[in-house]
């Protein structure tokens, strides 16, 4: 299936749209990834939180790491 994707991304990245579109289209495509991951992260984070407040630190991290994708993606519409 990622392979499949992998080559629809590639046509309309070459044929079909700008490359600055493309990489537009990339970075809304991680953004919404990351929030559909933190959606269930959050939940759960905070749940856990609710009956230990030690997991705080814990839960706060675990709620982050999908924003790195964003960055990372963003990063990488940079570099490339």
């Known amino acids: 299936m990622l392979e499949a994707l992998t080559n629809v991304a590639g046509l309309l990245a ?3 749209i700008s490359p600055t579109a493309a990489a537009a289209l990339a970075v809304g495509l991680a ?3 990351a929030g559909m991951a933190e959606r269930s992260i959050g939940a759960a984070a905070m749940g856990a939180i609710a009956e230990d407040e030690d997991l705080f630190g814990q839960g706060l991290i675990l709620t982050v790491i999908p924003e ?3 960055i990372l993606a963003l990063v990488t519409i940079f570099v490339v």
């Open 14 to 16: 070459q044929e079909l």
């Open 31 to 33: 953004t919404i990834g």
């Open 68 to 70: 790195t994708l964003v």
